[in-house]
């Protein structure tokens, strides 16, 4: 029977600003989740590093392994790996590619998987784009490799990772401690930055107070151009004639490689059922702060029309119409009665007045 792997994430000291995200399951190794990171250092009994290296040490300058080459192109380039344990470390750095997660989250893939673009670019001193290492506790290792771009290389970006994986047993089963560094190759030639709303549906959902409802904007995005984008998102209902019924809504959007699509919601609060609503959406493309530069960025906005019945808003005019109703009709009532007593007491006092009359003009 096979000893299970558990993968988890190591934790970092102060040495380096942001830890690589790595996903934790029970008996299975999956893809891992990496955030930009100039390294990623554990600090339990068992840890491992890795990071861009310069000149034998960990390259401060660099959160990310990124180039800009020519089709064809080769260079040179290396990563640093250390044993920050208290025991001996048998590890596996290996490339591998990127794709976004269906959270939209930055992920590589599995360890099993095999690479078919960026991934397969990176060669270690073995011929490959996987090397072994034994590192004693505390010694670190700089492992030089080679980026070759094939010649039909496509214009764009083109993600991937370098990993360090490192399996240590822990009872009954092995744990694999993995860490990543984020890989971008941006092959020179035409850039064609495209993100696009491609469809867009909404939804109300009323509140006691009819005026404070909530509406929903759930879009399709798509990267259909070849350079990585995020983008900042600007949302607003609107009603007839473009009166604004609710305040902006700012969110943005993690970075989409190119050819991924994914379904984003923006909930849009303090929206009243005026029957008829007009959300809208605009977006404006970026690019991550450690990125190359892409140019023009595109831009885009859509609308969706939401028609709402204002079920809160009838049902109070039907209680307050009822309650009117119900006053008129109830002093409607009491005049009647205060009219029916009035005449009645007149006529009362007639009578009896007479009925009191001397007998000779009662005569008359």
């Known amino acids: 029977m096979s000893t299970p792997i558990v993968t988890l994430r190591t934790a970092a000291p102060r040495l380096l600003s942001v830890t690589a995200g790595v996903l934790v399951t029970l008996g299975l190794t999956v893809s891992l989740g990496v955030s930009g990171a100039s390294g990623a250092w554990a600090a339990d009994s068992d840890g491992i590093a890795g990071a861009p290296s310069a000149g034998g040490g960990v390259d401060q ?21 250390e044993n920050t344990g208290t025991t001996v ?130 879009m399709s ?54 029957v008829y609503l007009n959300p809208h959406v605009s977006l404006a493309a970026t690019v991550d702060e450690d990125a ?11 609308n969706s029309d939401l028609f709402v019945v204002p079920w809160a808003f009838l049902l109070l005019v039907l209680v307050g119409g009822g309650t009117w109703l119900i006053v008129r009709f109830s002093h409607k009532r009491d005049a009647t009665q205060a009219a029916a007593w009035i005449e009645y007491t007149e006529a009362e006092a007639r009578r009896k007045a007479r009925d009191e009359a001397p007998a000779e003009f009662a005569s008359r």
């Not at 094939?150 to 744990?175: E, F, K, M, N, R």
């Open 61 to 81: 300058s660099r959160s990310r392994f990124s180039y800009q080459v020519e089709p064809g192109q080769t260079l040179q380039d290396e990563y640093l790996v």
């Open 89 to 218: 470390q048998a590890v596996t750095v290996y490339a591998t590619d990127a794709f976004n997660a269906d959270d939209g989250s930055f992920a590589l893939l599995e360890g099993a998987a095999t690479p078919a673009d960026a991934g397969t670019w990176i060669a270690f001193d073995n011929g490959t784009n996987r090397i072994q290492v034994t590192l004693d506790p505390g010694a670190r290792q700089v492992l030089p490799f080679t980026v070759t771009v094939p010649a039909d290389a496509t214009p764009g970006d083109h993600a991937g990772g370098v990993i360090v994986s490192a399996l240590s047993p822990a009872g009954q089963v092995t744990v694999d401690r993995r860490v990543g560094i984020r890989l971008y190759v941006r092959v020179k030639g035409p850039l064609q930055p495209g993100l696009t709303i491609s469809s867009i549906e909404s939804s109300y959902q009323p509140s006691v107070n009819p005026f404070s409802g909530e509406t929903t904007l759930k």
């Open 221 to 274: 995005l798509t990267n259909n151009g070849n350079v990585s984008l995020g983008a900042d998102t600007v949302s607003q209902v609107r009603g007839l004639f473009g009166i604004p019924l609710s305040g902006l809504v700012d969110q943005e959007i993690s970075e989409m490689l190119p050819g991924s699509s994914r379904t984003v919601s923006i909930v849009i609060p303090g929206v009243g059922a005026w």
């Open 292 to 302: 190359l530069a892409a140019g023009v960025l595109p831009t885009g906005a859509r």
